[in-house]
Structures are given as C-alpha cells and as structure tokens.
C-alpha cells in the first residue's frame, strides 16, 4: 500500500481565545502547515475537516467550503464530525484517497471554538456526542461517562484516583517545552487528589480543559513528494478504524474500549508492524482513564495494567514507552474537532526530529496516535513512520 | 436539552409512560438479544422481529459516578448519583434517588423509579435501591 507523506504541519496555540473565530483559528493552522510544507494552494485538490460542536459554538454549518476559503484554497472541502475524533476520521479518509491514487495533495486538519460557551455550555455542547434519550437526559456528562468506566475499572480491576493523578502529572511534565499547549506548568499529585470533583471518581485534573484551537496537515502522495523533492521524512503507513454501539450501558464490557482494539489491530496490520514495534504514542487522554484504556485497547499494556504504567515510569518521557509527549489532550489542551490531526501533527514531529520533546525519542522511527469519539463508540488509529 | 418543545419522542416517550405506571419493558429479538426502543432492526444481529418483554422487577448496579458539574439541564439537581444498572437482557444508565449519593455503590439492587429534573421538570429515568 502506498505511503502518505506528511507534508507540512500546523497548529494554533491550544487554549482559551472565547473571540475568535473558527475560520480564524483553522487559517493560522493551516497557514503554518503551508509554510512547513512548501507546497502552494493551488496543488491542494481537497480539503477535509473536522468539527464537532460548530452549530452549537458558533451557529455554523456546512464549515467545509468556510475553512476552505479561510486557507485560501479553492478546492472541493467536506466536513467530518464523529465527535473529538471528528479529524481522525479526517485523516483517515484522506489518506484512503491519496492510496487510491485519485489525490496527490490534500489540506486536512480541524477546529473547535468551545470557550465561548462557558463551562455549562462546554459540558452541553459534549454531551451531545452520547445517547441524547438513554444517556444525556438521565443527567450524564461526558466527565460522568468517563466516570463511570473508571468506577467500573477499579471494581474489576484495581487501581485507585492515585494512580490515575500519576497520568495527569506525567502530561502536564510532558507539555512543559511545548509552547502549543495550554498548560505549560507542572502540577504534583496532591493538586490532582485535592482539586475540586467534576464526576467522582474524577475530579477537574483528571480532566483535559476546554479549549480552544485548530490544526492542519498538508498530507501528500509518495510520488508528489519525489517529484517536488519535500522534506517529508514521515509517512502514514497504517490507518485504522472501529465502531461500537452509542451508548456506554450497551457496551459489552465498562471498562474497555474494543472499538480502539479493532481500530489498532487494523492500522498495524495495514501498516505491517505489531504493538511490540511502537516506540512513542499519542492517545486521546481527555480524561486520565482514558489513557488507561487507550493503552489496554493499543495492545501497549496488557488488560489490567495499563492503571500502573505512568505511576511506575512505563509511559514518563524516559520511560521504555513515551505517551502523550505533546502533553495530551490533558495538558495540551482539546479542541476536540482539532485534535486528532494535532496528534498527527505532535507525532510527525517527535518523529521527524523537530518537536521539543523529540530528544525523548531520538531513536524511535514508529509512532501510534489514537483518537476517540464519544466514550470510544467511534475510534480512529494511525501508524506514522519514518520512511526517508 | 433538546427536547425543548411539546413534541414527543414516539417510542422513549412510551417508554416512560409504562415505566410510570410499572410496566416497563425492553426489545428482544427471537436470539434473546435485548435493546432499548425506538428500534426496528435489532443491533446485535440485524432482527426486525423484535418483542416488548417485560423488565425484571430489579436491576443491580455495576458501575455509578456523583456528578458535581452538571450540563445546565441538571443544575439545580447537582451532586447527583448516576449508575448504570442491569436488568438482564439490557442495561439502563439512570439517576439514583432516594438515597444520599455517597451511599450509591457496585451491586446495589435498585427498580425504576421515573422522577423529575428538579431543574426543567422533564422526566429523568431513575433507581430506587429497594432496601432503603
């Protein structure tokens, strides 16, 4: 299967900006992936974007052709929504194409304007990614989905909010250098313990912030890359996806994620690799059990265990598997329509040697970055390795 | 919410008029696969014969949070108690009442109960653990 190049890159600063825009914030991402890349406007065929709450943000539909325009490209444009994996499916879409041969260049990326909301508004806006008649109106928030598997994984096996704060320590100590994430500053394990609950047994540090951001990606074909001669030394080499049912009560099981497990077990195989050659991984922690999940679900830890592995050094920026280098959605903040290009993006970096906690993994040549829609009923895996 | 005229929702709405009267009850397909109306095609195995059954009496709570921060539905009713109970052949997210929230845990036997938002006065699907 042919590769997909990375092109260019680009990222607004993820945070709190309640004023701008959506088109705004997804022109300077993909300005910046423009000028990473070198390719003009005018070689782009499409573009695909990912959003999620725009019609309850920013009173917006139909953004395709918007953020088109916003990059200046003139180009067909469509948008994806599957939730916070709403640029995953982004991604993966637009990697199928430029396989199939009938693209050679395509703008990918996404956006999320949240603050505006407020923190009601915020918690309205996602909750809407569950079952409006069996979960939402019985009061769930997506903290309380998120809640209730981790409740469900300490009764079935073990752990505690202590090794869960291990995770959030670890992200906010990753995001330190990333000058892109929202919290750069380094938090203890007693301000995760002691922070106000949002969902018991999560409190607000087990919680990524709301944010806001965008991202873009200019993605290429192998041979558009040679012909041009793009410093593009990363390629997406695997691309996966799985589904479940909506609502969580429906799953077979509480604390897992098999639509992660089926999204991975595809994206290694179409990428030719086991989890045991994964060096670095990005996952969607937009609650700490999440990553836990993510983890189990990757085949990076064995079920069960993922609970431990940031509390005992497996997962820390020097320990034998980095995760969530970029600080996560934890630290790094999640615009959730954004993010799952931006782990794209953080990982083609940490690979291509240009990300500030690249000398973490200055030998690692494959990457995973896991994006999950709803309380993972939706989940897009991609492999990215350094192929020149 | 969304819900925010006078119109039903055909099929969740029935629902919760036999759950008020104690008549509640699931789908289940000729497989014995159970699942929560509106439906017509069963989603473990692609069924279109499917049959209101009626629920156990009770279910068993096998996972449950206190949520302190509230979609704007559920402001006034904050901390409350949210579980995920099973009633056999389907399990139903629903709110705990009836009792303080810090008492809710895994394996407490509860039956529907519908009750109210103290919020918007829409129904709320909850559970009442049948020993208190």
């Not at chain 1, 989905?145 to 090794?163: H, K, P, R, S």
């Amino acid at each position: 299967m042919a590769n997909v190049r990375v092109a260019g890159t680009g990222l607004t600063a993820f945070g709190a900006s309640p004023e701008r825009t959506g088109r705004d914030l997804f022109a300077e991402a993909s300005i910046a992936a423009f000028e990473d890349s070198g390719v003009p406007r005018d070689d782009v065929e499409a573009v695909f974007y990912g959003n999620f709450m725009g019609e309850l943000a920013e009173h917006q539909g139909h953004q395709g052709p918007l953020m088109a325009e916003a990059a200046g490209v003139q180009a067909p444009a469509t948008r994806f929504e599957s939730a916070c994996a709403s640029s995953g499916a982004a991604v993966r879409e637009a990697v199928k194409r430029i396989r199939t041969g009938e693209n050679d260049v395509l703008l990918v990326g996404g956006a999320e304007r949240m603050t505006n909301l407020g923190t009601a508004g915020a918690t309205e806006a996602l909750a809407i990614a569950a079952d409006d008649l069996w979960e939402v109106r019985a009061g769930t928030t997506f903290p309380g989905a998120y809640a209730l598997m981790a409740q469900a994984y300490f009764d079935v096996f073990g752990g505690d909010q202590e090794d869960l704060a291990h995770i959030a320590v670890k992200n906010h100590e990753n995001a330190l250098p990333n000058e892109k994430a929202q919290y750069q500053r380094a938090i203890e394990v007693s301000d995760v313990l002691e922070a106000p609950p949002v969902s018991e047994p999560l409190g607000l540090y087990d919680a990524c912030p709301i944010s806001d951001g965008a991202s873009a990606l200019v993605l290429t074909s192998e041979d558009y890359a040679a012909d041009y001669g793009l410093e593009a030394p990363v390629a997406i080499t695997g691309t996966g996806q799985g589904g479940d049912r909506m609502a969580l009560h429906d799953r077979e099981h509480l604390a897992r994620s098999p639509a992660a497990r089926e999204a991975g077990e595809e994206a290694y195989a179409d990428a030719g690799i086991d989890a045991g050659d994964i060096d670095v991984a990005e996952v969607h922690d937009c609650f700490t059990i999440a990553e836990v999940l993510a983890l189990e679900a990757l085949d990076l830890e064995p079920i069960g265990e993922g609970i431990s592995a940031a509390r005992d050094g497996r997962t820390t920026a020097d320990g034998e598997l980095p995760v969530n280098l970029s600080g996560g959605l934890k630290a790094k903040g999640h615009p959730v329509g954004a993010t799952g290009a931006s782990q794209v993006a953080e990982m083609a970096m940490l690979l291509a040697g240009t990300h500030p906690n690249s000398d973490h993994v200055a030998d690692a040549t494959t990457g995973v970055t896991h994006n999950a829609g709803g309380t993972v009923a939706s989940a897009m895996v991609h492999v990215l390795e350094v192929v020149a | 919410m969304s819900d925010t005229d006078e119109v039903a929702d055909a099929g969740f709405d029935d629902w919760l008029d036999a759950a008020e009267t104690g008549d509640a009850y699931c789908l289940e397909c000729a497989n014995g696969h159970g699942s929560l109306p509106p439906r017509r095609v069963c989603p473990d195995c692609g069924s279109t014969d499917l049959e209101e059954v009626d629920l156990p009496e009770t279910g068993e709570i096998e996972t449950f949070t206190i949520t302190h921060v509230p979609t704007p539905a559920f402001e006034e009713d904050a901390p409350y108690a949210t579980a995920i109970a099973n009633f056999g052949p389907v399990r139903i997210t629903g709110q705990v009442v009836g009792v303080d929230p810090e008492t809710v845990e895994t394996g407490l036997e509860v039956a529907l109960a519908v009750t109210v938002s103290e919020t918007t006065g829409e129904r709320v699907i909850g559970f009442q653990p049948v020993s208190a």
